[in-house]
């Protein structure tokens, strides 16, 4: 069973370009999240969704940034204009529907961004 | 949410037992204890999760005392490739986001 898979692996970007970062969960897995960590700083939750729908946004920085999940299967993320803070490692994990498996979500392996 | 708190690093030898303890005293009554492992350059990893008193799985095992106040991991006979570094969670069903603090970082060595 393939795992959690994200693109790119590294993207380089100048200051106010855009770049999509994408994720591809676990098939069958209805809920995916996005988190990020930024230079020293701990893993943050960005947002959820539970198929197409976000759950929970609370985490997202600001209105730069923009999730979706069309059909309920992969989800992108889009950082519009990217700012210097923006650089970081960006995370998508997935887990399947139900609150006693939501806890154990599988990661992907992340998106290095650098903001230049 | 419940605040954890970890040793910000450990170091072992191969073949030796590990045990990393985390403290969270306020954790809720409907909170349980997880814990992430994380190697370089790749996404966390769930490793274990427990309520109370002992879970044990095929990679490590997890003791949680009657107060739950703190929960200790416990890695049998580390090798080299067990070197990384381990987050505590704590939270509630109802809520599924993940809270990661700073983790410890376990290093082993020959």
């Known amino acids: 069973e393939a795992g959690v898979t994200q693109f790119p692996s590294h993207s380089v970007i100048e200051k106010g370009q855009t770049v999509t970062l994408r994720c591809d969960p676990i098939?069958?897995?209805?809920?995916l999240y996005w988190y990020r960590r930024v230079m020293g700083k701990e893993i943050k939750f960005l947002l959820h969704?539970?198929?197409?729908?976000?759950?929970?946004e609370s985490g997202m920085p600001n209105n730069r940034f923009l999730a979706e999940r069309t059909g309920g299967t992969y989800s992108t993320l889009k950082v519009q204009p990217a700012e210097l803070e923006d650089s970081g490692v960006y995370f998508c994990a997935s887990s399947p529907a139900g609150t006693m498996s939501s806890y154990e979500q599988y990661f992907g392996p992340g998106t290095r961004l650098t903001v230049t | 949410l419940a605040k954890t708190t970890q040793p910000i690093s450990m170091d072992s030898y191969e073949g030796q037992e590990v045990n990393i303890t985390c403290s969270h005293n306020?954790?809720?009554?409907?909170?349980?204890i997880t814990w992430y492992q994380q190697f370089p350059s790749q996404g966390p990893r769930f490793i274990i999760q427990?309520?109370?008193t002992k879970v044990t799985n095929e990679v490590a095992s997890l003791f949680i005392p009657a107060d739950r106040k703190s929960s200790t991991l416990s890695l049998p006979r580390v090798s080299l490739s067990d070197t990384a570094v381990y987050y505590c969670?704590?939270?509630?069903?109802?809520?599924?986001?993940?809270?990661f603090g700073k983790g410890t970082m376990l290093l082993v060595s020959p």
């Open positions: 427990g309520y109370k």
């Open positions: 306020n954790i809720a009554t409907n909170d349980y």
């Open positions: 098939s069958g897995h209805d809920n």
């Open positions: 969670l704590v939270g509630s069903w109802e809520y599924s986001t993940l809270t």
């Open positions: 969704f539970v198929k197409e729908s976000k759950q929970d």
